[in-house]
């Protein structure tokens, strides 16, 4: 049977003042009146129900996540004891899906993400379980670049593929880290490179078995919960495990050493929305110039973004600006400065301002 | 002896949305910790004393007065019945100073106004009250340009002058409407012309006669007031005059008229504070590029007025941008458009959003 992971840990920096420690982006209404958490919860259905849908995030985030997904068995959403990237994560939830389900599939999808045609996506989906079903590979869902975006991660495809049916799937040649802007430029006019979107499939026997190949020191912590999965000790030895699991992203430890790794190019309106400017980009659709949430009154305002809440947001002059308006604060910076609002989370840090955070 | 009338009747709009219909301008703290209207009276210590002190606004803005001003008898605080601009407000003052001293100086002060000098500014009251204390004339405050302002009214000043201690004060040749910027360079390097501040000194007896020739229509209104002052009636016929009196300001009704008008011209640090860049201009002396008031976190900041709430403003890649964060409305809007605030106004105004007015 398949099942979906989402994992529900990102920070969501670059989208503060919205994002925030204590609630990130993926807890927040940002494309639709749904949260994002739950946009990549409605995008699964009907495929996957609450039996076969789980969720792990750092163990602030638990709460957050039953609001949201109130339906969902406690048991399904996992806290983790520290935070330890996306490696131990797909472990654990590995370990606790082959626990229940010996063949069982497993989708690792973030939680944080946009996809504009779900269908596609699904579609998409099924082509990667098809690949999985009967065979050892770990799937990537490569998304087709439309530009060459310096913020993302690539694949590089192979030669060789595989042909299920209308779809071809690649072999892995290389994963790529964000590239600068003249290499991301040859990387998209090559078409040999699609972005890495964090979107995984295989079977947790064929990710567990990997683990124990490339990344033994994870390994040994998984096999010490499988055992006590079910016992008294289970918690205990989840946190002992985790505190010494190495802090390592899934790609890193294991799907750039495997041999046996696939990519499915999907054309399916993703953006990670990395940035405000991001969320600009794609809400802008329909010759919109400026996309406003909340109260506006402008006079000559274009190209804006102003997401805003109960307050009334007045602008006059103003072109490429992006506005976000929170209780307890304002942001205002260019479009073209959208990525910088992490600086300003390292100067409050600094300043010791952490409420802000 | 000497009486101050302020005139608390401004609309302050192109400070919006600090200032608002029911709270302008004036009751607003934007040069200090004291409201506006609290520095003019301040500003005039010790020279004037309660007893001595005397304001008039719309009746809407008699509540915040009584707030900020609570040691000033209630007698003092005059609330017209309707907005009639200034003239039939000095009118009024000047039949109530008249009937308690018959030999009454008034000076007329508007209450939202920033003079830097404190001093050198009472200086030059005392030089208007020894040219007004033995003549009719009628005395106004001229402000020494400093730059070529199209946002103010000048006067022009004749050849003929007074000398009064280490003072020069000139015959008024003529009065001008808000200049373009040609006709304002040509203004300001004559060296024939000074603002008009709207700050006037003369005795009560004198404006009245003033009136009697000048806009007699106005006058008869005057008359029936004085006639019904300490009377049970009092208040009925302020508000039945004041149906009749036309809209006019004291500048067109009587000034531009008389023939004893004077000027003093003074070099006391004034503005009108018209705009919000108005304001950042002022508070920005030593150097500073940002002038903020509230919580302010910043990158690549020059050249701002943040002007914010209990909120933090948040900021990056702004030069020359004028941020204003109050409770209910948040203003966006670079310096060189603080003009166009009026502009935000008429829209609310005809989109029927009044509560943000």
Redesign the interface.
Known sequence: MMYAVIMAGGSGTRLW?QSRKDRPKQFHSLTSDRSLLQETVARLEPAIDADHLYTIANKSHVKPIREQLGWLPESHVIGEPSARNTAPAVGITAVILQHKDPDAIMLVLPADHFIARAEEFRRILNTAEAVIRDDEFLMTIGIKPTYAETGYGYIEIAAEYKEIGEDQVFWVKSFKEKPDMETAQKYVASWRYVWNSGMFAWKASTILKAFEKHAPDIYEGLVRFRDALGTAKEAEVLKEVYRRFPNISVDYAILEKAENVLVAPADIGWSDIGSWSALHELLSFDGQTNVVRGRH????TYNCLIH?G?????????DN?I?V?T????????K???Q??K??LD??QR?G?TE?L
Chains 1, 2 share one sequence.
């Open positions: 003042p009154v402008g006079i000559d805003g109960a307050r009334l947001v007045a602008t006059v002059g103003l600006m506005i308006d209780d307890d604060v304002l942001l205002v910076v260019p073209g400065r959208s910088d609002v600086k300003l100067k409050l300043q301002r802000y």
